[in-house]
């Protein structure tokens, strides 16, 4: 089924997007910014938590999680244990949203429009997980780029 091979993923690069934190030599490099690279990878990984607690945890898994999209982009120095213990508690928010998707659902339209369209469940999840693997890609050579020096 597909909620399983979403489980599958989202943990998997929810699992990788803490490795990469984990491998910054510097904690400081993680907020750092520099000319056109306006994200750093600790906003990256606010930003992924905050939107897959807003889309399934809050919408899917009635977690009441209210999400603050400005604060994912401006906050900083958030201590790598804090952003970490936000990664596993995500991780638990989508696996529980998930396990408790029917197939029905999946098909369903997602209860609210997104990107200016409405679409089915299973396509927002799809694009959530194509999302999250996006960001992680970037986080990926933040860390590999501010690290080679």
């Not at 958030?78 to 098909?107: C, F, H, M, W, Y």
Request: charged share 25%.
């Amino acid at each position: 089924m597909l909620t399983q091979t979403l489980r599958t993923i989202f943990r998997r690069d929810l699992e990788q997007l803490k490795k990469e934190l984990d491998l910054y030599e510097r904690e400081d490099r993680i907020w750092y910014v520099e000319k056109n690279i306006t994200n750093s990878a600790g906003n990256l990984c606010l930003h992924l938590v905050g939107n897959l607690n807003d889309f399934v945890g809050a919408e899917l898994g009635n977690t009441g999680y209210v999400r603050d999209r400005p604060l994912e982009f401006s906050a900083t120095d958030v201590p790598r244990s804090e952003l970490l213990a936000k990664v596993d508690e995500t991780i638990v928010v989508v696996e529980n949203a998930l396990d408790g998707l029917t197939p029905a659902q999946l098909e369903a339209d997602y209860p609210r429009e997104v990107l200016g369209q409405i679409m089915t469940t299973e396509f927002l999840l799809v694009h959530l997980a194509a999302h999250l693997m996006y960001h992680l890609g970037q986080v990926n050579y933040h860390r590999r780029l501010l690290d080679a020096d």
